[in-house]
């Protein structure tokens, strides 16, 4: 009898800690909100384009990339996110970033910290992948097509790539972190949802306009709305 009164308390102890624990999870849903943010890009300062020496090694030639009067979206190319105590980071992913067509093909990464890039030559010469960004120093060497070199990103932050025989390759691998990140949609919209209540900083970041950021604050079942207005540099003088 002993047994099983014991046994009955051991059982009326975990359903008890097991309800509290389902009440805590759906408190923590409820007490979660929304931002709404929407992205637009202005015509900003200019400055000289500064270039990398280039190196030449044996390969065959690739021609660069035609250029066209198509305007790029650069929108495609600013990358939000948010930053703050108590967020959750987001699950390490494993990506890849192609070497082709002398280009680094996407040329805006995001990936959450911890997650892991791939960086495979298409090209039928060498390339160089290298970064000197405090978020990630880094330098893969000279390797030819087919070839692939991995580096794990372990530090938040922005890491800018590029290729010792290519001045013109450029690319930007936002470490992000928290697990709430993305890209604005072609209206300029990005919506975050399931934030906890609290008091954060959201940022956008873009290749050649750099940091935006602004301090928010999400309520409870709720929703803020937010705009980001990156100023973009004059390409034509550049």
């Not at 359903?15 to 509290?20: F, L, N």
């Not at 911890?114 to 039928?124: L, Q, R």
């Not at 800018?160 to 928290?178: D, E, F, K």
């Amino acid at each position: 009898m002993l047994i099983l009164f014991l046994a009955d308390k051991l059982t009326e102890r975990h359903m008890t800690r097991s309800i509290a624990f389902i009440w805590l999870l759906l408190a923590s849903s409820l007490d979660a909100g929304e931002i709404h943010s929407h992205v637009t890009i202005t015509p900003g300062l200019t400055k000289k384009r500064v270039t990398l020496p280039a190196y030449q090694l044996r390969g065959a030639l690739v021609k660069s990339p035609a250029q066209t009067s198509t305007s790029v979206d650069e929108l495609s190319r600013v990358a939000v996110y948010l930053e703050g105590p108590g967020l959750s980071v987001g699950k390490p992913l494993h990506l890849e970033m192609k070497q082709h067509n002398r280009q680094f093909e996407p040329d805006i990464l995001l990936v959450p910290v911890g997650s892991a890039v791939s960086f495979p030559n298409a090209d039928p010469i060498f390339h160089n992948v290298f970064s000197l960004s405090q978020a990630k120093a880094f330098d893969l060497g000279y390797y030819p097509l087919g070839q692939s070199r991995t580096l794990q990103f372990d530090k938040p932050g922005i890491a800018q790539v590029y290729c010792h025989l290519h001045p013109n390759m450029t690319a930007g691998i936002v470490v992000v972190p928290s697990a709430w990140y993305g890209q604005p949609e072609s209206d300029g919209n990005l919506v975050f949802s399931e934030v906890p209540t609290g008091d954060y900083r959201i940022v956008a970041w873009h290749r050649s306009a750099g940091f935006l950021g602004t301090r928010i604050h999400v309520p409870e079942n709720g929703s803020v709305d937010i705009e980001l207005s990156l100023p973009l540099l004059d390409k034509k003088r550049e």
